[in-house]
């Protein structure tokens, strides 16, 4: 089975904001795939971001990564965290929320090339009649 970890993070997102609360994530970036600014970093490796609609542009959270565009410092950044980076998710004004266990990140599934490409069928296509 795939990661609960993306659907359980839409879903906390969901809750907080519902309740009129700040959604934050906690992310290690130490993670490959992990797009964010390194002057903002901790001694720890970890980056709080606050995700929520006011504070971020073009939000989407999918099975694989969050992405969103924010300011750092007035500059406009792209920010990717892929979802088994990230530690935690919980709403600022009271701490609510949820924090993960370590994971493997999943990689997005490879497409699958059609099995019929270049290939010769020996059998001819027929048609016939049904009634």
Known sequence: ?????????????????????????????????????????????????????????????????????ARFGGVPTDIQVPVGAVVGIYARENGQGMVFEAEETPEPPEPTPPTSLGKKTSKKPSLRVVK
């Open 1 to 69: 089975m795939t990661s609960n970890r993306p659907y359980i993070l839409r879903a906390f997102y969901e809750w907080i904001t519902d309740n009129r609360c700040t959604p934050y994530i906690l992310v290690d970036t130490h993670l490959p795939g992990v797009l964010v600014p390194q002057q903002h970093v901790n001694e720890d490796g970890q980056i709080v971001l606050n995700i929520s609609e006011t504070a971020v542009a073009g939000l989407t959270m999918d099975n694989y990564a969050i992405r969103f565009n």
